[in-house]
Every structure is written in C-alpha cells, then in structure tokens.
C-alpha cells in the first residue's frame, strides 16, 4: 500500500529540520550497507546519524526530530504508540545508479516513515515481499533462504517535504543519485495502536 504525503511538516518546521541535518556542521557516521556479499561492494555504503534509538543513545537533534517527525506522522491520522529509532542519511552522488539490498530496518512488527529533505534522484524501491520474524530467521537469513530475489513493487521518487510510510516488514531498498549531489532523507520506525 502506497501511503505518500506531500507537505508532511509545516514550512517553517521543515525549513529548521532541512538545514540542520543537510547543514554543514551534521556529525555523519560512515554506514556499510551489504547484506548478503560475499565480497564487500565499495558502493554499498551511506552516510547516516542516529538521532535517536530508544533505551540507547539520543543527540542534540532527538528533540527536534521526534517533536517534527511525530507531529506529521500523527496528521495522517496513525495513532504513535512509540517511536523506536531515527536515523539520518545522506547518500551521495555515483557514476551509475547504485541499488542498496532489500531490507528491513528492524525485526519486529512497526511502521517506517521517510521524510525527503530534498528534491533529487536516487529512489526508494519497494518490493512486495515481506520479512516473517516467527521463522525465528534474522531478516537477512530469511531473505536468502525463502525470497532470494525481490519483486518491486513500486518506487517513490524524492520530493522535499514528502513523507512516505509503510508496514516496516515490507522489504525496501535505496537507491543512489547519479544527477543530484546527495539525497538526504529521515527513516523513522514506530510502533501504532492499533
């Protein structure tokens, strides 16, 4: 199920979001991003900052990111029973368009929702397959052992200001810009009451 939302936060909230996570003093921390080579790939990394992991580590930009973010995924009308963990990216420009492993951010029942901080190229993929945590497999084994290969679903082009959401079982993957300098996103994983 497609869920995107355009204007996801206020201007003014938006505006205070963009430029401290694309802004010039952003502590980014180097994140390997291969999940079933053998062989390391040189292109399978990003940039990320972890503003927020519940029970193990908030920065200075938890405070604002859990205010913004909870406040636009509530206007969709989700009813947030806890945010679980926010993580900033920044995956910058190739030569070719670089896919990322299907995956899923974490091995229990939750939401996921990406905030695009920019206009750029370097899709989300959605793949129709999801990950079944009471196989007792971490999602990477299940991949291997029962999907192999992921069907897309569909894609979401990066627009500032968006927000996208989905069942965070679902597989899914980025994408790398190869016209746009850097595509800077919000991946935020929450629980809901049902």
């Not at 995107?4 to 003093?25: H, K, L």
């Not at 994408?175 to 009451?193: D, E, G, K, L």
Request: charged share 20%; net charge negative; glycine share 4%.
């Amino acid at each position: 199920m497609k869920q995107v939302f355009d204007n996801a936060m206020s201007p003014y909230v938006f505006e205070q979001v963009q430029s401290r996570v694309m802004g010039g003093n952003m502590p980014w921390f180097v994140c390997i991003t291969d999940y079933y080579s053998q062989e390391p790939d040189p292109h399978n990394h990003k940039w990320q900052h972890i503003a927020y992991h519940k029970d193990v580590q908030s920065t200075e930009l938890s405070d604002i990111l859990l205010t913004a973010c909870g406040d636009a995924i509530s206007r969709t009308g989700q009813h947030i029973d806890e945010i679980v963990r926010i993580r900033c990216s920044c995956t910058t420009i190739q030569s070719y368009n670089h896919i990322a492993d299907p995956h899923v951010d974490t091995d229990f029942k939750h939401r996921t929702a990406l905030f695009y901080l920019n206009d750029c190229d370097g899709d989300t993929i959605m793949y129709r397959e999801q990950y079944d945590p009471s196989k007792g497999l971490d999602q990477t084994e299940y991949y291997t052992r029962y999907i192999k290969t992921a069907t897309v679903d569909y894609t979401i082009p990066p627009r500032a200001n968006q927000m996208a959401w989905f069942d965070g079982l679902t597989y899914h993957s980025s994408n790398s810009p190869t016209n746009s300098a850097a595509r800077y996103i919000i991946n935020v994983n929450y629980t809901v009451t049902e």
